[in-house]
Nanobody, 124 residues
Framework: QAQLVESGGGLVQAGGSLRLSCAAS????????MGWFRQALGKEREFVGFITWSSGSTLYGDSVKGRFTISRDNAKNTVYLQMNNLKPEDTAVYYC?????????????????WGQGTQVTVSS
């Protein structure tokens, strides 16, 4: 079993940047892909993007494409979400997740393990 811990959330003004981290421990050798999702108050959890653990291939949701970048440090078992040009609508709790096998990685159901989430608030 893998354990995931997010960090780096906080309050930022619109147009600013934040970098979230997700540190994985435990059965990290079984991870195929790491994803980021977010959930705003009263809304469904939304796909942000994912990165495959071995090749580093990435895919992003339309709402963040061109502004957010996912990267990984395999030696540290850590995935990062660099968020630039933040907007008030990016305000949400951000979750990282780990998938142990290939699947529909845009969907929550593809992921086996989840972090506890970190709050990102963007003020206008």
């Amino acid at each position: 079993q893998a354990q995931l811990v997010e960090s780096g959330g906080g309050l930022v003004q619109a147009g600013g940047s934040l970098r979230l981290s997700c540190a994985a421990s435990g059965r990290t050798f079984s991870v195929y892909s790491m994803g980021w999702f977010r959930q705003a108050l009263g809304k469904e959890r939304e796909f942000v993007g994912f990165i495959t653990w071995s090749s580093g291939s990435t895919l992003y949701g339309d709402s963040v494409k061109g502004r957010f970048t996912i990267s990984r440090d395999n030696a540290k078992n850590t995935v990062y979400l660099q968020m630039n040009n933040l907007k008030p609508e990016d305000t949400a709790v951000y979750y990282c997740a780990a998938a142990s096998k290939m699947g529909l990685l845009l969907l929550r159901s593809a992921y086996d393990y989840w972090g506890q989430g970190t709050q990102v608030t963007v003020s206008s």
